[in-house]
């Protein structure tokens, strides 16, 4: 049998992009790993990167996958998810680092999971993480992120420009145009997946950066060192592997979940405040929403009832305390909370 046609081994791992909502602020489960790029073969000191969780599926012990999710998540973290989705199948050749097993390829089916958590990591290997650490321009809670004018905006009109026919110039404008908003288009909080491809078309981020500089020694040609950036230019932290894309998707699921599925009362507790449910969906959103606005949306749609008792956890002047209103379920094909732009 020819090399070309020598079966494979596929490897199937479960990655989740584990969320709660922490201090007003979304939160995911990451996991610190010694850097695959540099020092580890000469017993150097390794940069740490962040990553997600990641455990495999055993199809001898797991009956599907979501089951096998679950299992290793609670075995490693000790949390008990709530809301499990399947985002995507991350199969592209060489995801992982360049020294698999010889005719191994790995395939990954990506989980966004909600779950209600302490300010507290799981356990010793993790840690919760803003996101917005990741993806800065992604919060407009107190405006226009000023990362985007500043060093967003002007790479990417280099890029633009550095086109080679008006074809593509005309292409990268419209993508810049349509992910980045404009003077004629509103932000759209749900493009997070979209805006972070582009910036790594672009080279931008520095995801890209590490993926030309492996591929380019696994060819044995040399790659030109991109100039260094400056702390204020760096476009969010990166991730091991495609981790932040992964992560990308989640967000912009959940984001689109938030308009048409209670999946934000996953990440509250049994009681709440309104002020607290509105302050967790904008720290999921990335947007400001008016807060009588917000409350005559909520309670008119039936998504609340009160408890009858009072929260003090502000320690000023007690507020009232609302539920999760499960009967909305069966009333109303799609109840969730319409987001809509900057409050």
């Known amino acids: ?106 395939v990954s089916v990506g989980y966004l999971a909600l779950t209600r958590a302490e300010d507290k990591p799981p356990s010793t290997d993790n840690m919760w993480q803003n996101w917005y650490f990741h993806f800065p321009w992604e919060d407009w809670r107190e405006g226009d992120p000023e990362l985007i004018a500043e060093v967003i905006r002007p790479k990417l009109e280099t890029w633009i420009q550095e086109s080679e026919t008006p074809e593509q110039e005309a292409r990268r404008n419209d993508r810049a145009r349509l992910c980045f908003g404009g003077e004629d288009l509103a932000w759209d909080e749900e493009k997070v997946l979209e805006r972070y491809e582009l910036l790594y078309e672009a080279g931008l981020v520095e995801e890209a950066i590490r993926d030309q500089r492996m591929q380019a020694a696994a060819m044995g040609t040399s790659f030109p060192e991109p100039p260094e950036t400056s702390p204020e230019e760096k476009l969010g932290e990166p991730m091991q592997f495609d981790h932040r894309r992964i992560l990308a998707t989640a967000i912009g699921r959940l984001r689109g979940k938030l308009k048409y599925r209670p999946v934000v009362f996953e990440l509250m507790p049994p009681s709440f405040t309104l002020l607290e449910l509105q302050k967790a969906v904008e720290a999921v959103s990335g947007v400001n929403l008016h807060k009588q606005n917000f409350r005559r949306l909520v309670e008119s749609g039936g998504l609340v009832e009160p408890t009858g008792k009072q929260s003090s956890r502000s320690g000023g002047r007690p507020a009232a305390l609302f539920e999760f209103r499960r009967d909305v379920l069966k009333e109303r094909p799609a109840p969730g909370v319409r987001v809509h732009g900057r409050g």
């Open 1 to 106: 049998m020819s090399a070309a046609k020598k079966s494979q081994r596929v490897e199937i791992g479960l990655h989740a992009a584990i969320v709660a909502v922490i201090d007003e602020l979304p939160h995911v489960l990451v996991v610190r790993r010694p850097s695959q790029e540099n020092g580890q073969e000469k017993g150097e000191a390794c940069a740490a990167v962040y990553g997600l969780p990641f455990g495999p599926f055993d199809p001898a012990l797991h009956r599907t996958l979501e089951i096998g999710l679950r299992g290793w998540v609670e075995d490693q973290t000790s949390l008990s998810l709530g809301y499990v989705e399947q985002l995507y199948t991350f199969g592209d050749k060489d995801r992982f680092e360049a020294n698999s097993a010889e005719g191994e390829r790995a």
